[in-house]
């Protein structure tokens, strides 16, 4: 008797808890490849567009400071050029270190809030990087450079 009353205990619990975990939705999942986003949107490109050609004129910078230097005769004022660009150039270089981090911030905290809105839009739960599927999901890459491109979004500058 008292194995019985175990037995029907375990087999209404079993019951209850399978009606619940039947209602319970399942999450939708989506994914985006973020290369093929960052390569495809407008702003990210001209964001990296400038980034290299401060690099060009970073390079520039020296090679004109290096033809100057080759001008000098005397070592006292070769070694005071030597320490002026050497300053001046830490200061160049901090700059475009600066630049490059805040460009990259922007286009990352971008791609986030565009998949954020597509996927909200789209009613999917969870979004995770492509590499991490390996069957399944929803691939929002196209939706999420679609919204990044369109008049309607507003990049975030920092």
Same mark, same amino acid.
């Given at each position: 008797m008292k194995?019985?009353?175990?037995?029907?205990v375990v087999a209404f619990a079993m019951v209850i808890g399978g009606g619940? /975990?039947?209602t319970s939705e399942a999450q939708t999942i989506g994914y985006v490849n973020y290369k093929t986003v960052?390569?495809?949107?407008?702003?990210?490109k001209s964001a990296y567009k400038e980034i290299d050609t401060k690099y060009l004129e970073l390079q520039q910078y020296?090679?004109?400071?290096?033809?100057?230097?080759?001008?000098? &005769?005397?070592?006292?004022?070769?070694?005071? /050029?030597? &320490?002026q660009v050497q300053k001046d150039f830490k200061a160049k270089n901090d700059e475009f270190t600066k630049l490059k981090m805040k460009r990259a911030e922007e286009v990352e905290s971008n791609i986030l809030q565009a998949?954020?809105?597509?996927?909200?839009?789209?009613?999917?739960d969870v979004v995770? &990087?492509?590499r991490v599927i390996f069957t399944g999901g929803v691939d929002l890459s196209q939706d999420v450079i679609n919204y990044l491109n369109s008049p309607k979004f507003k990049p975030v500058k920092k």
């Amino acid at each position: 008797m008292k194995r019985l009353k175990s037995i029907l205990v375990v087999a209404f619990a079993m019951v209850i808890g399978g009606g619940l /975990f039947a209602t319970s939705e399942a999450q939708t999942i989506g994914y985006v490849n973020y290369k093929t986003v960052e390569s495809n949107y407008e702003y990210a490109k001209s964001a990296y567009k400038e980034i290299d050609t401060k690099y060009l004129e970073l390079q520039q910078y020296l090679m004109d400071k290096e033809k100057q230097y080759k001008n000098i &005769d005397s070592p006292i004022n070769k070694k005071n /050029f030597e &320490d002026q660009v050497q300053k001046d150039f830490k200061a160049k270089n901090d700059e475009f270190t600066k630049l490059k981090m805040k460009r990259a911030e922007e286009v990352e905290s971008n791609i986030l809030q565009a998949t954020k809105a597509v996927a909200a839009d789209k009613k999917i739960d969870v979004v995770l &990087d492509y590499r991490v599927i390996f069957t399944g999901g929803v691939d929002l890459s196209q939706d999420v450079i679609n919204y990044l491109n369109s008049p309607k979004f507003k990049p975030v500058k920092k």
